[in-house]
């Protein structure tokens, strides 16, 4: 069985999400997505917009997910689930994910992949 890790806050969900969960499970068997904590978040006043709560039901609630965890980053989430893959959406590439993440892949034997397509942001809708 292949298990991919996708992180994310998934604050307003938007198409762009929808698309990346559904490439990052076309990856694997089983899907696991991480949502950082509401304390976590450091996207700017009044974010998130809603709740880890309510985000967690959003992601759960999406067909190509299989399960979701609440963490405070995604390092804890590569600790604890030790996936096979590691996914990040088409706005990373291997020189712009975080250094940390990327070595813990390398030393875990985790490959780091990306969904492609058309980048999306729920962020700059609150600026």
């Given at each position: 069985m292949?298990?991919?890790?996708?992180?994310?806050?998934?604050?307003?969900?938007?198409?762009?999400h929808l698309i990346h969960l559904e490439q990052a499970r076309a990856m694997g068997n089983k899907l696991i997505v991480s949502v950082t904590l509401d304390s976590a978040v450091n996207k700017g006043p009044?974010?998130?917009?809603?709740?880890?709560?309510?985000?967690?039901?959003?992601?759960?609630?999406?067909k190509h997910v299989d399960e979701v965890v609440l963490v405070e980053s995604a390092m804890q989430a590569l600790s604890m689930?030790?996936?096979?893959?590691?996914?990040?959406?088409?706005?990373?590439?291997?020189?712009?994910?975080?250094?940390?993440?990327?070595?813990?892949?390398?030393?875990?034997?985790?490959?780091?992949?990306?969904t492609?397509?058309?980048k999306f942001s729920s962020s700059a809708l609150f600026k």
């Open positions: 292949t298990t991919v890790l996708a992180n994310g806050v998934f604050d307003v969900l938007h198409f762009g009044g974010r998130p917009v809603f709740d880890q709560r309510c985000r967690m039901s959003m992601v759960i609630a999406i689930v030790r996936p096979d893959i590691f996914v990040k959406g088409p706005d990373y590439t291997i020189d712009t994910i975080e250094p940390a993440h990327r070595e813990f892949c390398e030393r875990n034997g985790i490959a780091i992949r990306f492609v397509g058309e």
